[in-house]
T-cell receptor, first 111, second 114 residues
Framework: LAKTTQPISMDSYEGQEVNITCSHN???????ITWYQQFPSQGPRFIIQ???TKVTNEVASLFIPADRKSSTLSLPRVSLSDTAVYYC????????????FGSGTRLLVRP | SAVISQKPSRDICQRGTSLTIQCQVD?????MFWYRQQPGQSLTLIAT?????????ESGFVIDKFPISRPNLTFSTLTVSNMSPEDSSIYLCSVRDGPQDIQYFGAGTRLSVL
């Protein structure tokens, strides 16, 4: 399983764009990149998943360079409610793979 | 997306007792998992709950301590046996669902052992 490395914590202010970068140097050909968000006292919530280039949904964008050794989760115009832990995970998108969580990035959004 | 219900949402238990946590999903799913999240830590996979057969445990977790049942494709239980204060954690049920095999999580069971 590919190991991921993320910053332990990040600070931002309301209205700013936040970019969280994840390193996954030994990502395999069949691996997808998935990001989760976790609020205190809740289970992780799926945010976005991608394989290459750029993926965008109503919540975030995911940028993946051609070598796929890193990825960047972009949260546009964050609000206080975006304060959470964000996890980057890498694995095959099939029914048998196990989702293994790293330490995550603790994002604090200030007023 | 799959809707996951866990019971109980929280409990306070005495040392040496056991607690069974239930996980109910609103649709049939192939893969169900159990995770543990200790205070201030990330999630750790305990086991994969296999329907109709014994669960597959990760390193450091054993069936005697964490027996798991999966009688059908929508339900699973995790028992935390002979509890000690070190078992105080949040226990989360998770399922994989949909064409993109996205994994979803329940709200968790917050367990405190005195």
């Amino acid at each position: 399983l590919a190991k991921t490395t993320q910053p332990i914590s990040m600070d931002s202010y309301e209205g700013q764009e936040v970019n969280i970068t994840c390193s996954h140097n030994n990502i395999a050909t069949n691996d997808y990149i998935t990001w989760y968000q976790q609020f205190p006292s809740q289970g992780p919530r799926f945010i976005i998943q991608g394989y290459k280039t750029k993926v965008t949904n109503e919540v975030a964008s995911l940028f993946i360079p051609a070598d796929r050794k890193s990825s960047t989760l972009s949260l546009p115009r964050v609000s206080l409610s975006d304060t959470a832990v964000y996890y980057c995970l890498v694995g095959e998108r099939d029914s048998s793979y196990k989702l293994i969580f790293g330490s995550g990035t603790r994002l604090l959004v200030r007023p | 997306s799959a809707v996951i219900s866990q019971k109980p949402s929280r409990d306070i238990c005495q040392r040496g007792t056991s607690l069974t946590i239930q996980c109910q999903v609103d649709s049939q799913v192939t893969m169900m998992f159990w995770y543990r999240q200790q205070p201030g830590q990330s999630l750790t996979l305990i086991a994969t709950a296999n329907q109709g057969s014994e669960a597959t445990y990760e390193s450091g977790f054993v069936i005697d301590k964490f027996p798991i049942s999966r009688p059908n494709l929508t339900f699973s239980t995790l028992t935390v046996s002979n509890m000690s204060p070190e078992d105080s954690s949040i226990y989360l049920c998770s399922v994989r669902d949909g064409p993109q095999d996205i994994q979803y999580f329940g709200a968790g069971t917050r367990l405190s052992v005195l």
